[in-house]
Structures are given as structure tokens and as C-alpha cells.
């Protein structure tokens, strides 16, 4: 399933190279590419992406808890409001490389959704969730999400210290990754907010 979603990305990161670089060329030599710009989104835009950030947190939540119930209903929910995004709402993007790019992460996540309800056990769940969590976070950025603040968390020692990232949308550090063995462990690595820009 990794290798699948590793080759759609490449392979959709290509064709999106190709084709900037594409219609760069065939508008002449003197020609600048157009830069990928986006005006705040509306508010069906953002309240479709809080639909699907809210499935992503029941999600955390029900992986904080240890609950494979709760992490199935999250999963099965944040897979359909993946799928019906509304990203024919986003403003600004006159190439349309913002929603081709916005399509492929949602595929991702769409897909490592259903895969969290297709696993057995929590510890799978959780590194599907890992995918999820950073397929959000890019589109996220790609969208220049506008609605909330969203706070990237990290842990170092998940997945064998490895380390893996999650989203929050408060401070508090509540690790998803082990859950009550070691709930506070984690830091804010990072955080967008696009409300004011």
C-alpha cells in the first residue's frame, strides 16, 4: 500500500513539474511561469477542510485512547470527507496546480483511511495514521488552510525512534502514538495559521 502511494506521489509530482514547465515554454522565452498564489478560501472551502480536520482529531483521539471502535468510525468518516473536499472552492489558483496538487494528497489520505479500518490491530492503525497525518499537514500548506490553527506535534521515540509527526489544534501534547503508556510525550515542531494573511 506504501509503495503504491510513494509512486502515485512521485508520479504526480512529476506531471505537475511537467506541466508548469511546459506552459512556461510554450508562452515563450521571455515569458515567468505564474506564480501559484491563493486568495483566502471560502467559506465552503473551510468548512468542508474543518469537516475533515475534525475526522482527523476523533481519529488522534480514538488512537490516544487505544479505542480500535472509535479509530474505525474516525477512519471511515475522514475517508469520506477526504473524497468530497470541496476543492473546486479553492480561490487563486489560476493553473489549477494548487487542486491537482490538493487531489493527490486527499487521495492519500483517503486511501490510509480506509486502510486504518481494513488493520487489525492499534499499532497498525497508528502507522497508517502517521501517512494521514502527513498528507494533512501538506495539504494543509498547499491550501493554505484559513479556518484554525493547526499545531504539527512530534515524537521522537515512536515507531522505534523513529520519531513520527501528528496534528493538534491546541498546546497540549497528547501522543496518539502510545497512548496512556506515554501520553505527554512530544513537542510542537511546528504550526500554520493562515487566518490572518
Request: a negative charge; charged letters at 35%; aromatic letters at 10%.
Given at each position: 500500500m506504501k509503495k503504491v502511494i510513494l509512486v502515485v506521489l512521485i508520479i504526480a509530482g512529476a506531471m505537475i513539474v511537467y506541466?508548469?514547465?511546459s506552459n512556461t515554454k510554450s508562452a515563450g522565452k521571455d515569458a515567468k511561469p505564474a506564480p501559484l498564489t491563493i486568495d483566502k478560501n471560502s467559506s465552503a472551502f473551510n468548512q468542508s477542510f474543518e469537516n475533515l480536520?475534525?475526522?482527523y482529531y476523533n481519529l488522534k483521539d480514538a488512537l490516544i485512547e487505544s479505542d480500535t471502535s472509535k479509530a474505525n468510525l474516525a477512519a471511515s468518516q475522514m475517508s469520506g470527507h477526504s473524497e468530497n473536499l470541496a476543492l473546486k472552492e479553492i480561490q487563486g489558483d489560476s493553473t489549477g496546480v494548487i487542486k491537482?496538487?490538493?487531489l493527490t494528497f486527499t487521495g492519500t489520505i483517503s486511501g490510509s483511511s480506509k486502510a486504518v479500518v481494513a488493520e487489525k490491530n492499534i499499532e497498525s492503525k497508528?502507522?497508517?495514521f502517521e501517512m494521514i497525518t502527513?498528507?494533512?499537514w501538506n495539504l494543509s500548506r498547499v491550501v493554505k488552510y484559513?479556518?484554525?490553527k493547526i499545531y504539527y506535534m512530534f515524537c521522537p521515540m515512536a515507531f522505534d525512534d523513529k520519531?513520527?509527526?501528528w496534528l493538534s489544534n491546541n498546546v497540549t501534547v497528547r501522543n496518539p502514538y502510545f497512548g496512556k503508556k506515554m501520553l505527554t510525550c512530544g513537542n510542537i515542531a511546528d504550526s500554520l495559521d493562515y487566518r490572518n494573511k
Open positions: 506541466r508548469m514547465f480536520l475534525n475526522s491537482e496538487t490538493a497508528r502507522k497508517e502527513e498528507a494533512l484559513d479556518g484554525q520519531g513520527a509527526y
